[in-house]
């Protein structure tokens, strides 16, 4: 059975995508999926996040588009069981003048995946990808959309939380019906919630009303042990799999799944 490929994408920086991305890959894998990670910010903070040093980087993600490297050739294992990324270095921030003028530019991502079947994780195939977007709608994040299956949305309970969503939600639109009519969303996860702020509070329903069922029950709330576990290169998961982040990411591992299996029944 082909893996699941989800992206995580927000033109906004800050929003908690990459902290959403190594939490719930590592919430999925303690449920026994086996998941890769793809990092596609130059910024590199998934890889780093996860403990892989500059080092382990010979291969990284801008091979993968480019096209010198293979899928398998280019993940490293984690230190995170059933878990492998594909790393970032800053080498993606020109990857955009090196394939611009190439027809299939928006298709690499996707093409890459082909060769899936030669990357196992303990001997057994990957079930779920999700991809770690740089804070704009560049060729990278379109790279990811043409790529993916569904998008997951993170998004900060801010005052311009939902003015950054409409141009987000266009964009997903327009490559729905010009490259990828299969891409769907997944859902939009709110993050950074702080319960003693009424913005928070108000920000959460305007999104609710807004966007309906798409937004996950499951809250990531603001949380000291988040923000920390990266500088350990680990997920906050195993640095702290009792604070309220780490618990918060694992009920949205278990509503991910739920409407992935929604989503294939449909």
């Known amino acids: 059975m082909a893996p699941r490929i989800l992206t995580l994408a927000n033109q906004k920086g ?12 590592t ?31 010979e ?49 690499r991502l996707r093409d890459s995946f082909k060769r899936l079947n030669e990357l196992t994780i303990n001997g057994a195939p990957v079930s779920y990808i999700l991809i770690d977007c740089p804070p704009s709608l560049n060729l990278l994040t379109v790279n990811a959309l043409v790529a993916a299956d569904a998008v997951l949305v993170p998004l900060q309970c801010e005052f311009f939380a939902l003015e950054g969503l409409s141009q987000l939600l266009q964009t997903i639109e327009q490559i729905r019906t010009t490259l990828n009519p299969r891409l769907s969303i997944q859902g939009v996860v709110m993050t950074m919630f702080d319960k003693r702020n009424n913005l928070s509070e108000q920000v959460l329903q305007d999104v609710r009303q807004e966007m309906g069922s798409l937004v ?33 990411y694992l009920r949205l591992a278990t509503e991910v799944i739920r409407r992935e299996r929604h989503l294939n029944a449909a």
């Open 14 to 25: 800050g929003v908690g995508k990459t902290t959403t991305a190594i939490n719930l890959a």
């Open 27 to 57: 919430a999925l894998a303690a449920i026994g999926e086996r998941v890769l990670i793809v990092d596609l910010d130059p910024q590199g903070n998934a890889s780093t996040g996860l403990g892989i040093s500059r080092q382990e980087r």
């Open 59 to 107: 291969i990284s993600a801008y091979d993968l588009l480019v096209g010198e490297a293979r899928v398998a050739e280019a993940s490293v294992m984690t230190s995170v069981p059933n878990v492998a990324i594909v790393p970032s270095t800053m080498d993606l921030l020109g990857v955009e003048l090196t394939i611009a003028a190439q027809a299939d530019r928006a298709f």
């Open 216 to 248: 996950y029950d499951t809250v990531i709330p603001r949380n000291v042990r988040l923000s920390e576990a990266p500088s350990y290169g680990k997920p906050a998961l195993l640095y702290d799999l009792k604070c309220a982040g780490s618990q918060a």
